[in-house]
């Protein structure tokens, strides 16, 4: 049975697995933030659990396929990243690592948003900008956030 489950495990399948499965839980975040079911979904461990066994399943292929090591090849310059992501494995890896990691700073914006009683249409240009550009997206909540906390603070 498990082996039957394999075959569908393939790396595209996962990829349109992850990509398509985290859009519901971002239109969670930005049309019900505050909501018991997003609390429940959005700002728990459930998702980056998911994305999580999806990491692990790909870097035990990749073990299986003796380049485990080839991974640290990425810190050696900008052709070895270039090389590293050639490896499919290790994008996908990487689109997996970016994904979980953007969801869960969407859900601490929209949180952060709800303390300090941020608009949400201000909320929704932050959540929106870091689904797609992230570092960005985090940079316009903190520029809004000033305004609505009245502080600046380099910290939490």
Do not use: C
């Amino acid at each position: 049975m498990i082996n039957n489950f394999e075959e569908y495990l393939t790396l595209e399948n996962i990829f349109l697995l992850a990509n398509w499965g985290v859009i519901p839980f971002w239109l969670l975040l930005l049309f019900s933030p505050n909501s018991n079911f997003t609390r429940f979904f959005v700002h728990s461990i459930l998702i980056p659990l998911f994305l999580g066994i999806a990491y692990v399943f790909i870097v035990y292929q990749i073990y299986l396929n003796d380049n485990f090591f080839n991974g640290f090849e990425l810190y050696l310059g900008i052709e070895n990243l270039y090389a590293v992501f050639s490896d499919e494995n290790f994008l996908l890896i990487f689109w997996l690592h970016f994904l979980s990691l953007s969801l869960f700073v969407g859900s601490w914006i929209a949180r952060d948003s709800t303390r300090y009683s941020i608009p949400r249409v201000l909320m929704a240009i932050s959540l929106i900008t870091t689904y797609f550009t992230g570092p960005l997206g985090i940079f316009i909540h903190w520029v809004i956030r000033i305004f609505f906390a009245k502080k600046i603070s380099l910290n939490e």
